[in-house]
């Protein structure tokens, strides 16, 4: 499945890619909200089933950075009407909270964390038909676009899915993050600076490789405690020099003055 699925991304990301640069504006990073599926005519039908063209779900696509050119960007999309994109080279986060009907999504509440700042308050639109998604958003008077497609993944992916050890390191080898999740959810984990982290994992109901989590950081220079969502799947992010083609976690999480972001892999094989 990795393979046949780094390959459709790199056809979508030709085809994405032809639509952004004729597209004007100075910085991209948006993202999409929640749809609940609702079946057709029989009583047994699962009021949980995600449409075809519906914005639930984990994408991967491409996006403007603030400096005029492009990045990848994974955005995840939750039927309790949260969502993140977070982009590989940056990190730059933006998280919302909106409304949706069918395919299209709006929202009047959300947010950019570039670095250390952050803007709060803007708009935000997406559309998504069959296995692709656009969309922009409007912060601080300035519009971004994105252009992503869906990852797929099995059906109903569970916590021991996403059970194992996951680890992030610096291209110098200067810094290093480690992640371990239980088959119950919880999480444990370190980085060289000392940090110490805890939380939890739980399960969204009508939407796979999605979850909640909670995620404290304690013995750092900033202790925190974030909530948000956490993605799975295999994002073909840049990683120590090639493609990644290993199952990976993209976290975005916030509080109500700063938002924490980051990508962890599982280990090589």
Request: proline share 2%; hydrophobic share 35%.
């Amino acid at each position: 499945m990795k393979s046949s699925l780094t390959s459709y991304f790199k056809n979508t990301k030709s085809r994405n890619l032809s639509t952004l640069k004729s597209t004007s504006g100075i910085c991209v990073i948006a993202c999409a909200l929640f749809l609940t599926g609702c079946g057709g005519g029989s009583s047994n039908d699962n009021e949980d089933v995600v449409q075809p063209d519906s914005v639930l779900g984990v994408w991967f696509g491409q996006a403007t950075t603030l400096e005029g050119g492009q990045d990848n960007v994974v955005l995840a999309v939750s039927p309790e009407g949260k969502a993140f994109m977070f982009s590989e080279a940056s990190h730059d986060t933006l998280i919302a909270h909106g409304s949706a009907n069918e395919n299209l999504f709006s929202s009047n509440d959300t947010m950019l964390y570039p670095g250390a700042a952050m803007t709060r308050y803007g708009s935000m639109q997406a559309t998504a038909v069959g296995s692709s998604l656009d969309g922009s958003a409007t912060v601080s008077g300035r519009t971004l676009e994105y252009s992503v497609a869906k990852v797929e993944s099995k059906a109903d992916v569970s916590l021991s899915d996403i059970a194992g050890n996951y680890s992030a390191s610096r291209a110098d080898g200067a810094y290093t993050r480690s992640f371990a999740i239980d088959v119950d959810g919880i999480i444990s984990g370190s980085d060289t600076n000392g940090c110490l982290y805890s939380g939890a994992v739980e399960s969204i109901n009508g939407v796979d490789a999605i979850f909640n989590i909670t995620v404290k950081a304690e013995v750092c220079y900033n202790d925190f405690e974030y909530k948000g969502l956490l993605a799975y799947g295999v994002f073909p992010f840049e990683y120590q020099n090639s493609i990644n083609e290993r199952e990976g976690i993209v976290i975005a999480a916030e509080e109500p003055s700063k938002a924490y972001s980051f990508n962890q892999f599982s280990p090589q094989d």
